[in-house]
């Protein structure tokens, strides 16, 4: 629980105007100001759920796309011998299993954020979380990862 409580407590700041709630997802630079304890501790498990939701759709189509995947590339041969029709196969089969229902939790997600808000609450702030910065230095030390991971895959295989 405490990485959940982490991801929704970094959506919480404290501002000049108070106590401001940014969510994901929506415009750069857009908070809105968390009226009330009650309000927070609503928006909070409204958070909560979402996360949860999220996450077990990734999990849970992996776990099923890697099933299924791995009949479907048996079923057209040896997938040791295609790796790119292997790859491709497993990434369609993940994108209609886990990526559809995320797209429509995104959607109604999008959707629910404003009930708990009003655009008279909106205020400004100043300024981006650190958190992405981060995010984008480890999102390109893992893309660097793969290519030298296919580059030696590359040098490695038998011709």
């Given at each position: 629980?405490?990485?959940?409580?982490?991801?929704?407590?970094?959506?919480f700041r404290n501002e000049k105007a108070?106590?401001?709630?940014?969510?994901?997802?929506?415009?750069?630079?857009?908070?809105?100001?968390?009226?009330?304890?009650?309000?927070?501790?609503?928006?909070?498990?409204?958070?909560?759920?979402?996360?949860?939701?999220?996450?077990?759709?990734?999990?849970?189509?992996?776990?099923?796309?890697?099933?299924?995947?791995?009949?479907?590339?048996?079923?057209?041969?040896?997938?040791?011998?295609?790796?790119?029709?292997?790859?491709?196969?497993?990434?369609?089969?993940?994108?209609?299993?886990?990526?559809?229902?995320?797209?429509?939790?995104?959607?109604?997600?999008?959707?629910a954020f404003a009930k708990f808000v009003?655009?008279?609450?909106?205020?400004?702030?100043?300024?981006?979380?650190?958190?992405?910065?981060?995010?984008?230095?480890?999102?390109?030390?893992?893309?660097?990862?793969?290519?030298?991971?296919?580059?030696?895959?590359?040098?490695?295989?038998?011709?």
């Amino acid at each position: 629980m405490s990485l959940l409580d982490s991801l929704v407590g970094a959506q919480f700041r404290n501002e000049k105007a108070g106590r401001v709630v940014v969510f994901s997802g929506d415009r750069r630079g857009r908070a809105y100001v968390v009226r009330s304890e009650a309000e927070e501790q609503k928006i909070r498990s409204f958070l909560k759920m979402f996360y949860c939701a999220h996450f077990s759709i990734l999990v849970l189509g992996f776990l099923l796309a890697s099933g299924w995947s791995h009949d479907i590339n048996y079923a057209f041969g040896r997938p040791a011998l295609h790796l790119f029709r292997t790859f491709g196969v497993t990434l369609v089969v993940y994108s209609l299993v886990a990526g559809l229902p995320d797209i429509l939790l995104w959607r109604s997600y999008k959707k629910a954020f404003a009930k708990f808000v009003s655009p008279e609450d909106e205020v400004l702030i100043s300024g981006g979380p650190a958190r992405q910065k981060l995010i984008f230095i480890g999102a390109a030390i893992i893309a660097a990862a793969l290519l030298l991971l296919l580059g030696v895959f590359f040098l490695v295989r038998a011709k």
